[in-house]
C-alpha cells in the first residue's frame, strides 16, 4: 500500500509539473546534440544548421571573434566559427541561446535578471571547474557550464506562471524556510521537479538532469549521497561556489542555505576561503 501510495504521489506531480507547460526541445538543438555525441560529426551540417538562425550565427561569430577565442585573423563564417570555438562549445552556445529563447521575457524584469545571472554564473561555473577539475578538466567545464543554465530553469517557468513567485522566494529569507519547501506546500511541486523534467526533455544526460532536481537536497549540496554519482555532487558543489562569487561580486551577501552549501563545497574541493576570494577577485573579469 505505502509503495502504491508513493507511485500515486509520483504520477499526481507529474501531472502538475506537465500542465506547467515545459517548452518543447527545438528540434535544431535536438539535431545539434545528436551531430556532437556522434562518432564522426558533421561540421558541415552543424554549420548550416546554426547558420539558417540568423541570431545564432550573429551569436556564434561574436564568441568567436571576442578576446576569449580570437586569432589573428576574424572569421567571418559560422563555419569558421564552429572550427575556432569547437563543437561542444558550440552546442553549449546554442542550447544557452535557445533555452533563453524558449522564455520570452516581455518586460518581466524578474525573469530578465534571472537570465542575466544564470548566464554569469554558467561562466563563473565553468571557470571554477576548471580549476578544481579532474583530468578531464575541459569535459567537467562544458558540463559545469550547461547545468549552471539549466541549474534553476524551473524558476524561470514559475515566474511566467505564477504572479505570486517573486513572493514566495523573498519569504524563503524571512521565514527562514527552504524554497522547495514553500514550493511544494504552495504549488504541490518544486522548481527542481520543473527543471528536471525541462532538462530531460531537452536530452540532456543523465547526471546533469539528476543535479538539476537534486541541486536544493541538503545532503547532495553536502556531497553526501550515496544514490548520487561523485560527478553529479561535483556539478552541484561547483555551481554553488559560482553562485557564492556572483552574488558577492554583486555586492549582496549570500542566504543561509547558499552559504551552507557553499562551505560544505568548498570542503569538497579541499578549497578555503582564501580560494574563495580568489574567485571572487577574479569574477569581474571572467563574468564580463
Known amino acids: 500500500m505505502l509503495a502504491q501510495a508513493r507511485t500515486t504521489q509520483a504520477d499526481e506531480v507529474d501531472r502538475m509539473v506537465a500542465e506547467i ?11 545539434l546534440i545528436r551531430e556532437a555525441r556522434a562518432d564522426e560529426p558533421d561540421f558541415a551540417r552543424v554549420s548550416s544548421l546554426i547558420a539558417s538562425d540568423v541570431g545564432l550565427s550573429a551569436a556564434m561569430l561574436k564568441v568567436a571573434n571576442s578576446a576569449m577565442y580570437g586569432g589573428n585573423a576574424s572569421v567571418d563564417s559560422v563555419r569558421g ?26 518586460g518581466n524584469a524578474s525573469l530578465e535578471q534571472f537570465w542575466e545571472s544564470s548566464a554569469r554564473i554558467a561562466v563563473l561555473s565553468a571557470h571554477i571547474a576548471g580549476q578544481v577539475g579532474s583530468k578531464a578538466a575541459a569535459a567537467e567545464r562544458e558540463l559545469a557550464y550547461t547545468f549552471s543554465l539549466f541549474r534553476e530553469c524551473g524558476t524561470a517557468l514559475m515566474l511566467l ?11 524563503t529569507e524571512k521565514l527562514d524556510r527552504r524554497l522547495t519547501d514553500l514550493e511544494q506546500a504552495r504549488y504541490g511541486f518544486t522548481h527542481t521537479q520543473v527543471g528536471y523534467e525541462l532538462a530531460h526533455s531537452w536530452l540532456l544526460n543523465d547526471t546533469l538532469c539528476t543535479a538539476v532536481l537534486h541541486h536544493h537536497s541538503p545532503d547532495a549540496m553536502r ?11 561535483r556539478l552541484i558543489a561547483i555551481a554553488a561556489i559560482a553562485e557564492t ?34 574567485f571572487v577577485r577574479e569574477a569581474p573579469a571572467i563574468a564580463n
Do not use: H
Open 21 to 31: 507547460g515545459i517548452p518543447p526541445c527545438p528540434s535544431v538543438l535536438a539535431t
Open 81 to 106: 566559427a564552429v572550427m575556432r570555438i569547437g563543437l561542444k562549445n558550440a552546442v553549449q552556445l546554442v542550447t544557452g541561446l535557445l533555452l533563453r529563447q524558449a522564455f520570452a521575457a516581455d
Open 223 to 233: 556531497g553526501r549521497r550515496s544514490d548520487l554519482s561523485a560527478a553529479c555532487m
Open 245 to 278: 562569487v556572483y552574488r558577492i561580486d554583486g555586492g549582496e551577501t549570500p542566504g543561509k542555505e547558499l552559504a551552507t552549501a557553499t562551505k560544505f563545497a568548498l570542503l569538497q574541493f579541499s578549497l578555503t576561503s582564501v580560494d574563495l576570494d580568489n
Open 161 to 171: 506562471r505564477f504572479p505570486d513567485y517573486p513572493r514566495l522566494v523573498a519569504a
